[in-house]
């Protein structure tokens, strides 16, 4: 059975930083693109974040660009998002997402798998 678990959300102030990590279990994903998704209450789920199986290549929604960054450690079957310089509007449930398909291009949708989410909320 497929998990992707995410971990390290809270709470932090405006201009703070978390580390989000999304251990993956029941399969690898080191041929595999992954991503970062949010959701606000009242709000649909929207695009953070993308990453290549390889790394190589990532994709930011632009209301993060230059704040967030999305890496991946494929020998610990792990993805992380580095949010730096936090504002009280990327307060939201965050989840991590995998495509069953192996080497394909980054995007913000057509995502397989997903995890619980968790809740990161930064306080003005």
């Known amino acids: 059975q497929v998990q992707l678990v995410e971990s390290g959300g809270g709470l932090v102030q405006t201009g703070g930083s978390l580390r989000l990590s999304c251990a993956a279990s029941?399969?690898?994903?080191?041929?595999?693109?992954m991503g970062w998704f949010r959701q606000a209450p009242g709000k649909e789920r929207e695009f953070v974040a993308g990453?290549?199986?390889?790394?190589?290549?990532?994709r930011y929604a632009d209301s993060v660009k230059g704040r967030f960054t999305i890496s991946r450690d494929n020998a610990k079957n792990t993805l992380y998002l580095q949010m730096n310089s936090l504002k009280p509007e990327d307060t939201a449930v965050y989840y991590c997402?995998?495509?069953?398909?192996?080497?394909?291009?980054?995007?913000?949708?057509?995502?397989?798998?997903w995890g619980q989410g968790t809740q990161v909320t930064v306080s003005s």
């Open positions: 990453i290549s199986w390889s790394g190589v290549t990532t």
């Open positions: 029941g399969r690898t994903f080191s041929r595999n693109t």
């Open positions: 997402a995998a495509d069953a398909n192996a080497n394909t291009a980054v995007r913000s949708t057509s995502y397989d798998y």
